[in-house]
């Protein structure tokens, strides 16, 4: 007779959970998950999928526009918000029932109900008014978009999650944060036709990445009619007689708006999880504590993913929970690796990036060479848009190695993708000048940057 009732527990169905109970399970591990909302976690009900669905939509107008100078008249356009919610929640219904599908055909048992520690091998599933123990705990329970509760009127306001249900689409929003979440939904909302404000704390948006990708989106978003205000944040928000809603800027400024929206960050799902009856630490931030192997302080509670606040992003969490399998289950301890993370914000234009900013690498090294290109793409000669394409390479002069890739321009996503192998792999810049362009495209670019724009010297410009 087994001591536990299952030999793996999983708190939490979203992406970090799902890969891990499955894959314990596919080892013939008696294995359970919970999870209280939707399978699929923030990534595919609220969060990465549907925010792609919605930039897809909103590129259509630049599109129709550009069309023209290809010959192509386009008729009368209209945009349906409606339809475009209705077809985004039956695509990720689909998505949530293949996560469910791939869970049952490990043969873990999927439990939808609410999961709390009640002690260090017992868990409350509550609603079902019972108590199963298991033998190994994983907590993957996400985070949530802070709601900014100190500002006068937040209650009023709108973060990530709600923008993806408003029965209507805002004339007007003003957007507090200047992070990924702030600055894709500025470009969703703008592309469908809204009137937007981008309101940052700081001196320029998008504070984790080079310098000049952030200026370069910067630009390009207020020449498309985006207005941001850096430097600035709400003083607080009231509703208008009129049902609108007035926002307070610290500064004295105030805007009369549809929506306010939030994205200035994301908390831990970590209260009412009984972390401390199971005695699991976490940090001031309410994150749970991990080791190297994701291993909190209780040795067989373990934590992958946003829960843990380390990068939240959604294949750090299943590369997390693949190696916590490896460790837990297959006597192979493995570490999780978080260096050099290919990552892109589906701002319009996109940034796809890999590795050290200018900046960052500008602290570690004494001398960099750093190659840059700014050019319109072959695309816009003949649709007549202006805006550029800046690739950029930051290498360390010394040893000639790649530090950092950086794309702002149409597909630099996917590009970043590709990138983030050369870089990870430690590539020279000999190897990319090695490398045969591809042509015509915008990634040739990428090789045939023979001569360094500038370089950095102690961490100042040279030359
Ligand atoms: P980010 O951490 O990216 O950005 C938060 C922003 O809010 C920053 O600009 C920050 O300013 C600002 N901020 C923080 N606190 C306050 C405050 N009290 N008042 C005003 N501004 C404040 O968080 P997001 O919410 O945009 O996204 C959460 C996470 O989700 C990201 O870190 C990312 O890992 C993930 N994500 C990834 C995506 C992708 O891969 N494409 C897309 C969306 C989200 P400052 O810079 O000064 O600190």
Same mark, same amino acid.
């Not at 209280?36 to 897809?56: A, F, S």
């Not at 001398?367 to 690739?391: D, N, V, W």
């Given at each position: 007779m087994a001591r536990y009732d299952y030999?793996?527990?999983?708190?939490?169905?979203?992406?970090?959970?799902?890969?891990?109970?499955?894959?314990?399970?596919?080892?013939? &591990?008696?294995?359970?998950?919970?999870?209280?909302?939707?399978?699929?976690?923030?990534?595919?009900?609220?969060?990465?999928?549907?925010? &792609?669905? !919605?930039?897809?939509?909103?590129?259509?107008? %630049?599109?129709?526009?550009?069309?023209?100078?290809?010959? $192509?008249?386009?008729? @009368?356009?209209?945009?349906? $918000?409606?339809?475009?919610?209705?077809?985004? =929640?039956?695509?990720?219904? +689909?998505?949530?029932?293949?996560?469910?599908?791939?869970?049952?055909?490990?043969?873990?048992?999927?439990i939808a109900a609410r999961a709390e520690l009640a002690d260090a091998h017992t868990i409350r599933l509550v609603g079902e008014n019972r108590l199963v123990t298991a033998e190994q705990i994983l907590i993957a329970t996400g985070g949530r978009p802070n709601p900014h509760n100190a500002l006068p009127g937040h209650e009023l306001c709108i973060t990530s999650n709600e923008a993806f249900h408003l029965d209507e689409l805002p004339r007007s929003i003003l957007i507090g944060g200047g992070g990924y979440i702030a600055v894709e939904f500025a470009n969703i909302f703008h592309g469908?036709?809204?009137?937007?404000?981008?309101?940052? *704390?700081?001196?320029?948006? !998008?504070?984790?990445?080079?310098?000049?990708?952030?200026?370069?989106?910067? /630009?390009?978003?207020?020449? &498309?009619?985006? +207005?941001?205000?850096?430097? %600035?944040? !709400? =003083?607080r928000v009231e509703r208008t007689p009129a049902g609108r809603l007035l926002a307070h800027m610290r500064g004295? /400024?105030?805007?009369?708006?549809?929506?306010?929206?939030?994205?200035?960050? *994301?908390?831990?799902?970590? %209260?009412?999880?009984?972390?401390?009856?199971?005695?699991?630490?976490? =940090? #001031?931030?309410?994150?749970?504590?991990?080791? @190297?192997?994701? +291993?909190?302080?209780?040795? #067989?509670?373990w934590a992958v993913g946003d829960v843990t606040n380390r990068v939240q992003l959604t294949p750090v969490a299943i590369h997390e929970s693949m190696c916590l399998i490896e460790t837990a289950f297959k006597n192979n301890p493995t570490k999780p690796d978080h260096d050099t993370i290919a990552t892109a914000v589906f701002s319009q234009p996109e940034i796809g990036t890999v590795g050290l900013s200018e900046d960052d690498a500008a602290k570690r090294f =004494? %001398?960099?060479?750093?190659?840059?290109?700014?050019? *319109?793409?072959?695309?816009?000669?003949?649709?007549? +848009?202006? /805006?550029?394409?800046?690739?950029?390479?930051?290498?360390?002069?010394?040893?000639?190695r790649v530090l950092g890739a950086h794309v702002l321009g149409p597909d630099a996503g996917e590009l970043a993708q590709v990138l983030g192998i050369a870089v990870k792999a430690g590539l020279t810049k000999d190897d990319f000048d090695r490398t045969m362009a591809v042509h015509p495209s915008a990634a040739e670019e990428l090789v045939t940057m023979y001569q360094p724009t500038y370089r950095v010297k102690n961490g100042q410009r040279v030359g």
């Open positions: 030999d793996f527990f999983v708190i939490g169905g979203g992406s970090g959970g799902v890969r891990a109970a499955r894959l314990a399970a596919s080892l013939g &591990k008696r294995v359970a998950i919970a999870e209280e909302y939707r399978y699929g976690g923030t990534c595919v009900i609220r969060g990465c999928v549907p925010k &792609k669905l !919605l930039v897809y939509a909103s590129q259509f107008p %630049e599109h129709f526009e550009d069309s023209a100078g290809f010959g $192509w008249t386009v008729g @009368e356009t209209s945009f349906d $918000w409606k339809t475009l919610i209705a077809n985004k =929640d039956r695509e990720i219904a +689909r998505l949530e029932g293949l996560y469910r599908k791939g869970l049952e055909g490990a043969g873990a048992e999927v469908l036709g809204a009137d937007v404000t981008l309101l940052y *704390r700081g001196k320029e948006i !998008l504070s984790r990445f080079d310098m000049d990708m952030r200026h370069g989106v910067h /630009e390009a978003m207020e020449a &498309k009619g985006i +207005r941001i205000i850096c430097h %600035e944040v !709400l =003083d004295g /400024e105030s805007t009369v708006v549809d929506q306010v929206m939030f994205a200035i960050g *994301r908390i831990p799902n970590t %209260e009412g999880l009984g972390l401390e009856a199971a005695g699991v630490e976490t =940090d #001031h931030a309410g994150a749970v504590v991990v080791d @190297e192997y994701q +291993r909190t302080n209780v040795p #067989h509670i =004494d %001398e960099l060479a750093i190659y840059r290109a700014s050019f *319109r793409p072959m695309r816009h000669t003949l649709s007549g +848009r202006q /805006e550029k394409m800046i690739m950029k390479l930051v290498v360390e002069a010394a040893t000639r």
